[in-house]
């Protein structure tokens, strides 16, 4: 890849430059856009600005059209509603929620940036799944007119096989997230199993450990395994830890 190709400095810059004027009157041959399209068709990406107080997007790349099938004038937030894969709804409905409180915490603080990190299933153009990293930069501003702006990225990581199991999930302000992902990155976050994960849920909902087996229909040792599973790779001590560091996170 040449020097363009992964540097997100270019997304920054065009945030920096374009935010002032509310994301209005973007021009597609400013040398700046031309080589955010380019990045864009080599990484298999595409991106949209939002105002997050209004919901409203307010500018999006040429190519959602080539990732998703939908123009970019057309594009509007319920489309990935429409095109997340059935199992991951839920998560995505939770990472929602979260987004909102996270633009809601820097709109009552008056400053700051976060940075939301996290990858589904999503349609693409074919009709078929793909697996998309999904990256939010958020961003208070007063100009021109006080509201939480968000910078969100989508990037094809069909290419990554190491996600048999479980899903990359960031929440913070540490911007060294926000870059073209590597396997560091696609690696850290929450890796638990989708069944580690319903495990979990029942245990939250005060189901004991025979209590769920009888629900999954699978043995108390399997569930007991995958208790024991849970706790090593969070690095917890007891479920309860890891439950509400979940909730916190907004997987849950």
Do not use: C
Not at 198 to 214: F, Q, R, T, V
């Amino acid at each position: 890849m040449n020097s363009i190709s992964n540097d997100y400095n270019l997304f920054l810059t065009f945030f920096n430059t374009y935010s002032r004027s509310g994301f209005k009157n973007i021009n597609p041959a400013d040398p700046l856009m031309l080589d955010l399209e380019d990045m864009m068709e080599k990484n298999n990406q595409f991106f949209y600005v939002a105002d997050l107080l209004q919901i409203q997007i307010l500018y999006t790349s040429q190519r959602s059209k080539d990732m998703m099938g939908i123009d970019p004038e057309a594009l509007n937030p319920y489309h990935f509603f429409q095109a997340t894969h059935p199992d991951d709804i839920s998560r995505l409905s939770l990472g929602r929620a979260q987004l909102f409180k996270m633009a809601n915490d820097l709109f009552l603080a008056e400053k700051g940036t976060a940075l939301l990190s996290t990858n589904f299933r999503i349609r693409n153009a074919e009709g078929a799944y793909s697996k998309i990293l999904v990256q939010l930069y958020l961003f208070y501003t007063e100009i021109p007119y006080k509201t939480v702006f968000t910078l969100k990225i989508h990037t094809n990581i069909d290419w990554f096989k190491k996600f048999a199991h479980g899903y990359h999930y960031y929440l913070g302000s540490d911007l060294h997230y926000f870059r073209y992902p590597d396997e560091s990155l696609l690696l850290s976050g929450n890796l638990l199993s989708d069944r580690e994960l319903e495990i979990i849920k029942l245990i939250e909902k005060g189901m004991s450990s025979e209590n769920i087996a009888d629900h999954l229909f699978i043995s108390l040792h399997t569930v007991n395994t995958h208790r024991k599973n849970i706790l090593r790779k969070t690095g917890k001590t007891n479920i309860s830890d890891v439950i509400y560091e979940l909730m916190e996170s907004g997987v849950m």
